[in-house]
């Protein structure tokens, strides 16, 4: 009988594959708009996308900060207001999780492309130049691998990491896009 319930439903892997194989389809097709992207622009999707969480959240994360204030500015408060406000609190930063995690799956396929490009810029060039930033400037002062000269940055693919020169040398294949998914989901 389970073998049959199996060739008719398939197993927890096919329907897992199934289910994970659109975001691939997508995240290959954001892919082919995100390759034709200056590398300042490429960088800015990620400023992008943390501004659409931010976006997204910014309003529950408003109310919760108030009621913070109100809790630690307002001492004479009953008790059993207090405890309506944390309730009410716990119930924001619930929903405050899980729009962050649905704003992240509508990102992923574009996030994900994002990162499969970059790899991919890094391993067929040895330098990466981007407009210089005061990150940039930081960074550059601490890792020898990158380098500002004028307005602009140069990030090395070769790094040391842990005492060992690292070279970039791969672009993700689509089995480690689906894999990034899987964890993304909590699935492993």
Do not use: C
């Not at 005492?163 to 480690?176: A, K, P, S």
Request: net charge negative; aromatic share 8%.
């Amino acid at each position: 009988m389970a073998t049959f319930l199996t060739k008719l439903f398939g197993n927890k892997s096919d329907r897992d594959l199934k289910e994970l194989n659109p975001k691939l389809n997508a995240t290959l097709e954001a892919y082919k708009t995100i390759k034709n992207l200056s590398n300042d622009e490429l960088r800015i999707k990620t400023t992008e996308f943390k501004e659409k969480i931010k976006s997204a959240i910014a309003d529950d994360e408003a109310e919760v900060e108030a009621m913070r204030n109100q809790l630690d500015t307002d001492l004479d408060m009953p008790i059993s207001q207090k405890q309506r406000l944390y309730e009410q609190i716990e119930k924001l930063e619930d929903n405050i999780y899980d729009t962050t995690q649905q704003v992240l799956n509508e990102l992923l396929p574009e996030a994900f492309a994002v990162v499969k490009e970059t790899a991919r810029r890094f391993f067929e060039n040895e330098q990466v130049e981007v407009t210089a930033t005061d990150f940039d400037r930081d960074l550059a002062a601490v890792r020898e691998s990158v380098n500002i000269s004028g307005d602009k940055a140069y990030f090395s693919n070769s790094w040391i990491a842990g005492g060992t020169m690292i070279h970039w040398d791969m672009v993700h294949y689509d089995v480690q896009l689906i894999g990034g998914a899987v964890l993304h989901e909590g699935k492993i």
